[in-house]
């Protein structure tokens, strides 16, 4: 038999994943952003493998993501996960087995999802791609993604804790509407099906001034997104979380007066990300904060 060095593209196939590929693809999803975050000075996303599991586990079995799995002689070297929740399609996390790098892996990973979202009608596909990565950032552009946003996850907890004129509360299903066209307004579209998972959860909080909803997070975490119609609606959505989900939240770098807001507050930056797309793209009319996903 072959070793796994040995090995080329051409013995890559790619399937549907199953919840029984879990196990194997949270450990392969975990060394791989453990290995390439570690060389680079970063803590790695996923801080123990049932973190990734965690993950894997939500996404391979919620039939709103398209989830396969990379394989080389019947074994599991990579998966890839794309949120089908909105008219914009999300993708990751997109893992591959460090011992099966460059061999073409997660090319074949991405133009499964890529043939899916095209089969489906996605008016569009977004990812997050680590900024130091610079073999995922050259796959993604040679794949036709442009660099949309310099981002930085940030952690840590404000000084302000309110910020005056601003109302931040848990948010209810009589909210959902408000939220949905705030987010028309500044993206061009909705993302419905976020809002309504994060709803059920009891995740999502909502900003108010002036008697009005300005704003909505479906939390303050690595996983979700937030939008507003100022950076003010923003900073009292962050000075109100305690703690930040994962790794932290995603601040958009061109946005200087946020990005300086949240510094002066005491958050620190852990990473450098690059939010990329291809298809429909907006320019946001308004603030907002991506998730890990887009």
């Known amino acids: 038999m072959e070793t796994m060095s040995a090995l080329t593209a051409s013995e890559v196939t790619i399937r549907p994943a199953t919840a029984e590929d879990i196990p194997a693809c949270a450990e392969i999803c975990f060394q791989a952003f453990r290995t390439i975050n570690e060389s680079h000075g970063f803590p790695p996303d996923f801080p123990v493998p049932e973190a990734a599991a965690g993950v894997l586990t939500a996404m391979f079995t919620n039939p709103n993501f398209y989830c396969v799995v990379a394989e080389i002689e019947g074994r599991a070297v990579g998966s890839n996960c794309m949120d089908e929740r909105s008219v914009i399609f999300g993708i990751g996390p997109i893992t591959v087995d460090p011992a099966a790098q460059n061999r073409g892996v ?7 999802a890529l043939d899916r979202a095209t089969e489906q009608r996605a008016a ?5 791609q680590a900024a130091f990565h610079t ?16 981002l930085a996850c940030m952690q840590g907890t404000t000084k302000m804790r309110e910020i005056p004129g601003c109302k931040v509360r848990a948010a209810h299903g009589s909210d959902a509407e408000a939220c949905l066209d705030l987010c028309t307004r500044v993206h061009g579209f909705a993302r419905r099906g976020e809002l309504h998972a994060a709803l059920h959860e009891s995740t999502a909080v909502v900003v108010e001034r002036g008697g009005r909803v300005t704003g909505y997070a479906t939390a303050l975490a690595f996983m979700a997104h937030a939008v507003g119609e100022t950076n003010t609606d923003l900073q009292a959505l962050i000075a109100s979380a305690e703690s930040f989900g994962g790794p932290g939240i995603l601040i958009p770098i061109r946005n200087s007066g946020l990005f300086q807001w949240c510094l002066a507050s005491g958050l620190r930056v852990t990473q450098p990300l ?6 429909l793209y907006n320019e946001p009319a308004g603030a907002f904060l991506p998730s890990i996903l887009f």
């Open 106 to 112: 997660g090319r074949k990973l991405m133009q499964a």
């Open 135 to 150: 073999r995922s950032l050259s796959l993604y552009a040679g794949l036709g993604f442009q660099v949309r946003e310099p």
């Open 124 to 128: 569009g596909v977004r990812l997050v």
């Open 274 to 279: 690059t939010l990329m797309s291809l298809g």
